[in-house]
Each structure stands twice: as C-alpha cells, then as structure tokens.
C-alpha cells in the first residue's frame, strides 16, 4: 500500500495539526506526516542566529525566511497532498504563499478556514481541490482518497 504525503501548513496557534494527526493514525491510515517549523521564536530568528546577526529588520527577516524556505520547498515539493490551515486571528501570508507554490507545483491542495474567511481567500480557495472547515473533514477526505471507501 502506497504511504501518502502530507504537508500541514498554516497557522500555529490551534491544535490543528495534532487533531489531523492523531485521529488519522486512529484509522491506521499509511500517512506521513511533515510542517514547517511551528517554533515561532525559532523560525524568526534561524537564519541571524545561524548565518549572523544583522542590524536591519529587513534582512534579518530575510535571512531567516531564506533558510526557512529550504525546508519549506523540500517538503512541499516531496508532499503528495498539501494541506493549508487559515486561522483568523493573524494573517498568514506565509500559508497564502505555501498555498501559491503547492498549487504551481500541481500539489493536491486541501485549504481549512472558517466561513467567515471564504472572500479575502476566494483565489486560494479557488486553487484547491477541497476547501474544509475542520480538520475532521480534513480527515475524512483522507480517509476516502487513501481507501477509496466512503463511509456514510
């Protein structure tokens, strides 16, 4: 049986990702599951700690969002199914942006926002092929792909 993909992307402030987790590995489903780096402290600061400090905001961020970028194409580019998560406390550029790539890339892209988020998302909505509200329907459209059963 062939083991699926997963990139979660997106916001870091619920327990989202751990839900998907969790209740897919109850099902026994053949995922593997990869992020971003959730640490936000340590996603910031990376590429100044890393390669140097420096005095401009600008090319700090720069820095850190170029050695986040390593692992963020690399794990995009190897996901079978990408899965992006829009909270609506902060806006999250970066999972706009995440979306963006997996989709020019071809990805199966999944999106999960509330309702209240579907205008300021209507073109990242309109690149996937399934726009969830949970994660338990990200699970079940898992679930349904992977065994190609649906279960009513």
Same mark, same amino acid.
């Given at each position: 049986?062939?083991?699926?993909?997963?990139?979660?992307?997106?916001?870091? $402030?619920?327990?989202?990702?751990?839900t998907?987790?969790?209740?897919?590995?109850?099902?026994?489903?053949?995922?593997?599951?990869?992020?971003?780096?959730?640490? $936000?402290?340590?996603?910031?600061?990376?590429?100044?700690?890393?390669?140097?400090?420096?005095?401009?905001?600008?090319?700090?961020?720069?820095?850190?969002?170029?050695?986040?970028?390593?692992?963020?194409?690399?794990?995009?580019?190897? %996901?079978?199914?990408?899965?992006?998560?829009?909270?609506?406390?902060?806006?999250?550029?970066? %999972?706009?942006?995440? %979306?963006?790539?997996?989709?020019?890339?071809?990805?199966?892209?999944?999106?999960? $926002?509330?309702?209240?988020?579907?205008?300021?998302?209507?073109?990242?909505?309109? %690149?996937a092929?399934?726009?969830?509200?949970?994660?338990?329907?990200?699970?079940?459209?898992?679930k349904?792909?992977?065994?190609?059963?649906l279960?009513?």
């Amino acid at each position: 049986m062939h083991n699926w993909h997963v990139y979660l992307s997106g916001e870091i $402030h619920t327990d989202w990702r751990e839900t998907i987790i969790s209740r897919t590995e109850e099902l026994n489903l053949p995922v593997t599951f990869s992020a971003p780096v959730t640490d $936000h402290e340590a996603s910031d600061d990376c590429g100044a700690v890393i390669l140097g400090d420096e005095s401009s905001k600008f090319w700090y961020d720069h820095k850190g969002a170029k050695v986040n970028a390593i692992r963020t194409r690399t794990l995009i580019e190897t %996901a079978d199914i990408v899965v992006v998560r829009f909270g609506d406390k902060y806006k999250q550029w970066n %999972a706009a942006f995440d %979306a963006g790539y997996a989709s020019a890339l071809g990805k199966s892209l999944i999106v999960i $926002h509330d309702p209240s988020l579907t205008h300021p998302l209507k073109e990242v909505d309109a %690149a996937a092929l399934a726009v969830a509200q949970t994660s338990e329907q990200v699970v079940d459209i898992l679930k349904y792909v992977i065994s190609g059963k649906l279960v009513r």
